[in-house]
């Protein structure tokens, strides 16, 4: 083959190379408003969104609940009463939690409610700070405001199962009816924490195990922690339960006792209910 059909073909051969590099290149835009043809590859705004959508994923989904329960004290400390009742409703928006409940019993009331908000959220953890509150009528003899500001933090997963760990400073101040015209006032300062342990089972069924130094309705100085259970069945929008809860005293120190406990059944709504994305 001779030197000019040679060159001939080498130059054809570049020349369909460019041809379809430059088709390549024109096709990527949007040929109806003529955007991207003399442009290089643009990544297409579908694909943005659904990595934007990604990113903004995350299983603390919104959901509230409101639940009414019944239970008994078995009297084996010094709680003034037997039979309790209790309501309580949450509400939860990924970012912020809130928890507002009363219980009820013979010569004793408390009111609590409990605020969180969660600046760090992502897919399977979140952080935050808030402030928790209690009122204490406890019988005739006195009443306690007790308040524990306190950071928190909690990990999800998609299967249903979830961890949430918390540590508060207790500032606890008393009144004693009998001393309150002289003394309003009695200050305790303290520490709380705890870890509560929540499982989605198969057959709408729930495990909720917490280990704390203080309870939604009984707020303690440390030494006397609690170990919490409650088991739910869900129908639909109602779950119904049976919780219990152990109390000691000193448990890590030759001193140590057992409290008292309490038992519980329970009714819960749940509305306002998005499903967790997995």
């Given at each position: 083959m001779s030197m000019e059909k040679k060159f001939f073909l080498l130059a054809a051969f570049f020349i369909l190379v460019q041809i379809?590099?430059?088709?390549?290149?024109?096709?990527?835009?949007?040929?109806?408003?003529?955007?991207?043809?003399?442009?290089?590859?643009?990544?297409e705004p579908e694909t943005q969104g659904t990595d934007a959508e990604k990113k903004k994923e995350t299983l603390f989904v919104r959901?509230?609940?409101?639940?009414?329960?019944?239970?008994?004290?078995?009297?084996?400390?010094?709680?003034?009463?037997?039979?309790?009742?209790?309501?309580?409703?949450s509400m939860d928006a990924g970012i912020w939690s809130l928890d507002v409940g009363a219980k009820a019993s013979y010569l004793s009331f408390d009111f609590?409610?409990?605020?969180?908000?969660?600046?760090?959220?992502?897919?399977?953890?979140r952080a935050g700070v808030g402030m928790m509150y209690n009122i204490n009528l406890y019988g005739n003899m006195g009443l306690n405001n007790n308040f524990l500001p306190g950071l928190y933090f909690q990990y999800r997963t998609g299967g249903g199962f979830s961890v949430k760990a918390f540590v508060n400073y207790l500032c606890k101040l008393r009144t004693v009816y009998s001393i309150a015209d002289t003394q309003p006032f009695l200050q305790n300062n303290s520490l709380g924490?705890?870890?509560?342990?929540?499982?989605?089972?198969?057959?709408?069924?729930?495990?909720?195990l917490t280990v704390a130094t203080y309870e939604m309705f009984r707020v303690m100085v440390v030494g006397t922690p609690s170990v919490s259970l409650d088991v739910g069945y869900r129908i639909k929008n109602w779950q119904f339960g049976l919780g219990a809860v152990?109390?000691?005293?000193?448990p890590f120190i030759l001193s140590a006792h057992f409290y008292d406990a309490e038992f519980n059944g329970w009714v819960r709504y749940i509305f306002n209910h998005e499903e967790r994305k997995k």
């Open positions: 379809n590099i430059f088709s390549q290149e024109s096709g990527n835009g949007d040929t109806e408003s003529g955007e991207g043809i003399f442009y290089p590859i643009k990544i959901s509230s609940s409101a639940r009414l329960g019944i239970g008994f004290n078995t009297g084996t400390g010094f709680e003034p009463y037997r039979a309790f009742g209790q309501a309580w409703f609590s409610t409990d605020m969180i908000f969660w600046p760090l959220c992502f897919t399977h953890v924490a705890g870890l509560a342990f929540s499982f989605s089972l198969p057959g709408n069924f729930d495990i909720n152990a109390r000691f005293i000193d």
